[in-house]
């Protein structure tokens, strides 16, 4: 505000004080944000501070005199005592006789702060001080006094300004960047967009910033951003996916890893431990978002309302300490240093770097990695027979346990990395390899980001891959051996059917869900009971092309095998009421009476996961084969 407009609206208006106030605020407190309920004068007293007038921030001391308009937002918050004056007033424009027969005009008011440093702060403070006592002392003639005063304080005001002996306040660089950043922190703010918006050079401000703040104007923005997160975890639902967008970032695995950085954790986990109440696990690192370390965060308009502030004359504005949101949690035992590539493989000494060709590109693993994540649950199987028990693994109906396998053989630790596999809960794993199998290139991409990855793609030969994946892990000579082990038992078992089964019976693997499928000899339990243990599969089906074909009820007499085994639902329920229902109703026909498998009592109910080339799954197939055409128990 300049001087002649300060001049007009203040000579050519009717003046009325509202209240004259007296505040002294501790050290390092704050005021929350509140409105101007009018036109009103903060004269410093004493101490220093941050006073804030519409998202501008000042640097204020004992001889700072700031001025705002009604309606206007304000907070202040202290690095030491600090005592002031607020005087609260309200202007009339003075009309002539011609004006007053005219619209009434409105009142003039100020949309900009205007702040000034007095030369001779003595003559103000003398001003203030008797308008002060005179206002409290209430009564019309202390009231007319009051007013006297306040027309001698605004002369000393403007008489500074036009002699110069003043000079106006300018805003603080550094708060007014904290300003942006707390504005702007869910878009993609840069130090050029950041310098661009304040006017100063780039090097200039970083080197302010961070000698004021101790961190870069960046490192700020981070900080701010992941107090938001936290804000967003505790108080709402939302997705991990959206609370990433809501604080500014669109690349969810680089949200997720900054998390961690900051706080130890990520963020289901952070979620987790607060349902549970073990953050006090954690140990904190206040974050303050305001220049003097004030408890309260600087203002913003989601911290405030549109009320105006109000109270009684000569009231203190100074309430309780305006809390800051949770403060941002750090386990720096737990800080994870992962490189753009997530690796984090000691490389051995006995061996060269491998650069491993699959299905999504090419790997490079150093050494012999221990923390293997197995991001489909054949891999997994496959694991467990080369002698690894693997680190983390995705789930298969929510659990970690393959339920054809003693549990005593596998990891009772193993980390869940959900049934399609989790990015978070991946990162949270921190492994050294993950190998999956058959993936989308944008989660290999992603999954990249946290560890070397090995992609399979699963429609092989089963014994091949089994290779493949020894080769990766350093166990090719498990491999072989387990193989040796499987054609012997599988030789075995053969050996004892063919006691009971005549070498021209037929066999059929067949499943149903919601419609009946037969099975090429090429696969699953077929595979088993053609390739492995030599047995006769029907013939009909030599030459499928697919892995399943439908088949209905009416061609099953062209097959008429001697021995059917069978699959009721789908794998990934315990219970599948549609499948129950068809297996009934073809009970019910005559059709299937008149099977050779049905009248010789031949129908092999087998478990679901027999769908599956995966070793302990062959492995266990035989013993399921071998117990139902021998009629064991």
């Not at 907070?75 to 609260?88: D, G």
């Not at 306040?150 to 805003?171: C, R």
Request: proline fraction near 5%; hydrophobic fraction near 40%; glycine fraction near 6%.
């Amino acid at each position: 505000m300049d001087f002649p407009t300060l001049m007009q609206q203040w000579t050519q208006s009717s003046l009325n004080i509202l209240d004259v106030r007296y505040t002294l605020i501790p050290a390092a407190q704050s005021l929350p944000p509140y409105r101007l309920p009018a036109n009103g004068f903060y004269l410093i007293c004493q101490g220093q501070g941050s006073l804030v007038m519409n998202h501008t921030s000042y640097l204020v001391s004992h001889n700072h005199v700031l001025h705002g308009s009604k309606g206007i937002h304000v907070e202040i918050m202290t690095k030491e005592p600090m005592a002031f004056y607020l005087i609260l007033y309200k202007t009339e424009p003075i009309q002539t006789a011609a004006q007053s027969l005219s619209v009434e005009p409105s009142t003039p008011r100020w949309a900009e702060p205007f702040g000034m440093i007095s030369n001779y702060p003595a003559v103000l403070h003398q001003h203030a001080r008797k308008l002060y006592e005179a206002w409290m002392d209430g009564g019309e003639l202390s009231r007319f006094k009051a007013r006297a005063i306040f027309q001698l304080f605004l002369h000393e005001i403007l008489h500074q300004l036009d002699d110069q002996s003043a000079v106006s306040v300018k805003p603080d660089m550094v708060d007014q960047a904290i300003r942006y950043i707390e504005e702007h922190y869910t878009e993609a703010v840069t130090l050029d967009h950041l310098s661009q918006a304040l006017n100063y050079n780039v090097q200039y401000l970083s080197r302010r910033f961070k000698a004021k703040m101790g961190r870069s104007p960046i490192d700020y923005l981070i900080h701010f951003r992941m107090e938001k997160a936290i804000r967003l975890l505790l108080e709402t639902d939302a997705t991990i996916q959206e609370i990433a967008q809501r604080v500014g970032y669109a690349d969810l695995f680089y949200f997720i890893r900054r998390f961690k950085k900051h706080t130890g954790v990520v963020p289901g986990q952070f979620r987790k431990l607060a349902a549970t109440g073990q953050l006090s696990h954690v140990t904190y690192k206040r974050f303050k978002s305001s220049i003097w370390n004030s408890p309260a965060l600087s203002y913003t308009e989601e911290r405030s309302n549109a009320d105006d502030h109000s109270g009684k004359k000569g009231d203190s504005l100074v309430t309780r300490e305006y809390k800051a949101p949770l403060a941002v949690a750090l386990l720096m035992c737990m800080m994870i240093m992962l490189s753009a590539c997530g690796t984090s493989i000691q490389p051995s000494q006995a061996s060269q770097p491998l650069e491993y060709q699959h299905d999504m590109g090419t790997t490079k693993i150093e050494g012999t990695p221990t923390k293997i994540a197995a991001a489909d649950y054949r891999i997994l199987d496959t694991l467990y027979a080369l002698g690894v028990k693997p680190h983390a693994t995705t789930t298969y109906g929510g659990s970690t346990v393959l339920p054809y396998m003693d549990e005593a053989e596998q990891n009772a630790g193993i980390l869940p990395l959900g049934d399609r596999i989790n990015l978070e809960a991946a990162l949270e794993s921190e492994p050294e390899l993950i190998i999956a199998r058959h993936i989308e290139p944008e989660v290999y991409e992603q999954l990249s980001k946290v560890a070397p990855v090995v992609v399979f793609r699963g429609d092989g030969d089963w014994r091949e891959e089994m290779k493949e994946i020894a080769g990766v892990v350093g166990k090719q000579a498990e491999a072989d051996t387990w193989l040796e082990q499987y054609d012997l038992k599988a030789a075995q078992v053969k050996q004892n059917i063919a006691k009971q089964v005549g070498p021209d019976e037929t066999f059929l693997f067949m499943r149903i869900q919601k419609d009946v499928q037969v099975a090429s000899p090429n696969v699953h339990l077929a595979a088993t009971l053609s390739k492995d243990l030599g047995l006769k599969y029907v013939p009909q089906l030599a030459n499928m092309k697919d892995s399943y074909e439908n088949l209905s009820l009416e061609s099953l007499p062209e097959l008429n095998p001697d021995h059917i085994f069978m699959t009721i639902g789908k794998s990934t329920v315990s219970q599948d009421d549609e499948a129950e229902k068809v297996l009934e109703d073809m009970k019910q026909s005559a059709v299937w009476s008149h099977l050779k498998a049905v009248q010789a009592g031949n129908i092999h109910i087998m478990p679901q996961w027999v769908f599956g080339d995966y070793p302990n799954i062959k492995n266990e197939s035989l013993e399921l084969v071998e117990a139902a055409l021998t009629k064991q128990p």
